[in-house]
């Protein structure tokens, strides 16, 4: 964890930098950075997260906070769960942390602070998204990868019985294996 929060912190200022530029400096400005595909356009998502901007619901700022804590912790337990599976890459499982509490602390910022997301990139015209919508993705993909890269050949199999044994940490015999 040492190595991953500087990394998901970091994360967090980018995006929130890119932010505050944009509410200071570009509010109302729109640029076609390539025609028809990319384009640069801010616009205030006050609808809390994608499905309450596609059904057009507004969901209150407190369920936002609750789904929110409740998925870093999710995906804290999947960091430790994929580390536990794969003791010889410890890597990808870090970036995978480090990019899903970054876009759910983003998430949270929008929330509280900007009263929803302030969205900027544009494709095509099917949606605007920012940057803490890239790092969601690139989240869920890794996610992804690592469901089907890990390898729990000799351990008891499963998510459940792992948090039912008090989410053990390290996967060799010695109790002297170090990871974060």
């Given at each position: 964890m040492k190595r991953i929060l500087p990394i998901s912190a970091a994360l967090v200022v980018i995006e929130q930098v890119i932010k505050l530029l944009i509410s200071r400096y570009f509010t109302g400005d729109a640029l076609v950075l390539i025609p028809g595909v990319l384009y640069f356009s801010p616009v205030q998502n006050t609808h809390m997260n994608w499905f309450g901007s596609l059904a057009g619901i507004q969901i209150p700022v407190f369920v936002m906070v609750i789904m929110e804590a409740l998925i870093f912790i999710l995906a804290l337990l999947a960091y430790r769960y994929f580390s536990y599976l794969m003791k010889n890459e410890r890597r990808l499982p870090a970036v995978f942390a480090a990019i899903s509490m970054a876009a759910i602390t983003c998430a949270?910022?929008?929330?509280?602070?900007?009263?929803?997301?302030?969205?900027?990139?544009?494709?095509?015209?099917?949606?605007?998204?920012?940057?803490?919508?890239?790092?969601?993705?690139?989240?869920?993909?890794?996610?992804?990868?690592?469901?089907?890269?890990?390898?729990?050949?000799?351990?008891?199999?499963?998510?459940?019985?792992?948090?039912?044994?008090?989410?053990?940490?390290?996967?060799?015999?010695?109790?002297?294996?170090?990871?974060?």
């Open positions: 949270f910022i929008d929330n509280v602070f900007w009263g929803g997301s302030l969205d900027y990139i544009g494709l095509f015209n099917w949606f605007v998204f920012d940057l803490k919508d890239v790092y969601i993705d690139i989240g869920l993909i890794l996610f992804v990868v690592l469901s089907f890269r890990t390898d729990a050949s000799g351990k008891e199999d499963g998510f459940i019985p792992w948090l039912r044994r008090g989410c053990p940490r390290f996967t060799g015999n010695s109790s002297a294996e170090s990871g974060d």
